[in-house]
């Protein structure tokens, strides 16, 4: 498995439409290798996230692995998921606010409100095609990661300019500081 680079905000790839993926390339060990790099490319960056163009192929393929953070230490550990040729086919008019930050604009952070959940269409690593309904921060993981498959980043979803702080401020006011030892 290798690292790979990570486009950041800026390189046109993140603003164009990222290809679909025809189901053919899921089979070969290209594709194989492709995502096992993506989830290590991921973890390395402690994204719980990373799609395609993130790593500068125009390919609607995105990995997503949530797992309890400093930033969310409530969260489950859930995934490895892959999600291949993703839609969301419906929003909750129910909208909530929370934090967001990504690799591709490393250290910083803002308020970005989401749908609390929605309902998606996608091909997981095998090619079965699955429908479902994801909420809360899965929602808000499906909907920050489409975005980037569709030349979108977060901060073009905030609303209050004044949210957007550096992730050094963010660290230092909004995550639980741990009292004991530091785990992995
Ligand atoms: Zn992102």
């Known amino acids: 498995m290798k690292s790979l680079p990570i486009t950041k905000f800026g390189d ?6 990222a290809k679909r993926v ?3 390339f899921l ?6 290798t492709l995502i096992k790099d993506m989830v290590y490319t991921m973890r390395r960056n402690h994204g719980i996230g990373l799609a395609a163009p993130q790593i ?5 393929i995105v990995v997503m692995e949530t797992r309890p953070s400093k930033a969310r230490p ?3 550990h859930r995934g490895p998921f892959f999600v291949i040729n993703p839609k969301i086919t419906s929003y909750s008019k129910n909208k909530v ?11 910083i952070m803002a308020m970005v409100s989401r749908s609390k959940k929605v309902s998606v ?6 090619g079965k095609k699955i429908s479902e309904e994801v909420s809360d921060l899965w929602a808000r993981l499906f909907q920050h990661e489409v975005d980037h498959l569709n030349g979108i980043g977060f901060l073009d979803r905030v609303e209050d300019t004044k949210t957007i702080i550096t992730l050094e401020e963010f660290n230092k006011r909004f995550t639980k500081k741990k009292k004991d ?4």
């Open 74 to 76: 409530d969260a489950e």
């Open 27 to 32: 089979k070969t060990s290209k594709f194989k």
């Open 12 to 17: 046109p790839i993140l603003r164009s439409k």
């Open 121 to 126: 269409i996608y091909y997981n690593e095998n």
């Open 181 to 184: 030892k530091k785990t992995k």
């Open 97 to 107: 606010k929370g934090w967001e930050g990504c690799v591709s604009i490393h250290g």
């Open 56 to 60: 500068g192929r125009s390919l609607q």
């Open 22 to 24: 025809d189901l053919k």
